[in-house]
């Protein structure tokens, strides 16, 4: 988990540094092109197995969700600090735990529904809105959490009904496919050097989730999700060291609010259940 925090850091840092200078339609494609062809291995069997056309409607509107999803996020990438952007990300599992009650029949009881609260005060602590002007970015990445949290939440639908390498891959296709046409509409031609840092964010998205899988694999959420707070402490040294953005202090508190409460969550369900459902904040990571 440790790493799976650098890796998603370094994502984020590679698509600060570029600053904008690609659209961000442009730069997700270009992402999402780069990701699409280190799956293909496990795309081309997964396409020649078919699918129903129910799981292929499920594909679909996952696609559409993360469409928007990393628009909206390499947008405010371009807009607002890094911490920011990792803080406000830290809303997805809470989208999700929401969207499971209200679309998927799974229990809100009233110390989930207190967790939330919790979680919700803190992004309200991270965004402060009435007490200083917010950037279309701060809402852009809203945008984007609600998006990533719809899709984790169409990604369970597809359980058992696709493998999971599958879901995988189909989704860096159905996205690249959705991204297309936008990308064309604000296409400018990049350099060398904005293509290979494209390119770079590509490996670490993928090196991300795949040491978050092995993380998975070696301890239970329980014990990898309070990790994640890591990244926001990690991101905002970043910034500040890096690109020179001031440390915010309530970005911080207001992350650790929201963090606490994820783990609260994870935890009450890991002893409920024998196995957390709440999602990773990584996990619903473009």
Not at 143 to 152: D, N, P, Q, R, T
Request: proline share 6%; with cysteine; hydrophobic share 60%.
């Amino acid at each position: 988990m440790l790493l799976t925090g650098a890796c998603f850091v370094a994502v984020n840092a590679i698509v600060r540094w570029l600053d904008g200078s690609v659209p961000a339609p442009q730069a997700a494609f270009i992402r999402f092109l780069f990701g699409l062809l280190f799956l293909t291995p496990t795309l081309i069997p997964a396409l020649r197995r078919g699918f129903p056309r129910d799981v292929w409607r499920l594909f679909a509107a996952r696609g559409i969700l993360h469409v928007a999803a990393v628009i909206a996020w390499f947008y405010a990438m371009s807009r607002i600090t890094i911490a920011e952007v990792t803080a406000i990300g830290f809303l997805n599992p809470i989208v999700v735990t929401v969207g499971a009650a209200l679309f998927l029949g799974e229990a809100l009881s009233r110390r989930r529904i207190g967790a939330i609260t919790v979680a919700l005060v803190g992004a309200l602590i991270v965004l402060r809105p009435g007490l200083r002007t917010l950037d279309p970015g701060h809402l852009s990445q809203v945008v984007a959490a609600l998006c990533f949290g719809a899709s984790y939440i169409v990604a369970k639908q597809l359980t058992g009904k696709a493998p999971a390498s599958a879901i995988v891959a189909v989704l860096s296709l159905t996205v690249a496919i959705g991204l297309a046409p936008v990308a064309y509409a604000v296409w400018v031609p990049p350099t060398l050097f904005e293509v290979g840092m494209l390119a770079l964010v590509a490996v670490f998205a993928t090196a991300g989730h795949y040491t978050m899988m092995r993380a998975f694999e070696a301890a239970p959420l329980t014990v990898t999700q309070p990790v994640t707070f890591l990244q926001l402490l990690w991101a905002a040294m970043l910034a500040w060291f890096v690109f020179g953005e001031p440390l915010d202090h309530w970005v911080m508190i207001g992350g650790a609010l929201m963090i606490g409460a994820i783990s609260y969550i994870t935890w009450r369900e890991a002893r409920r259940d024998g196995a957390a459902r709440t999602p990773p904040v990584s996990a619903t990571k473009g």
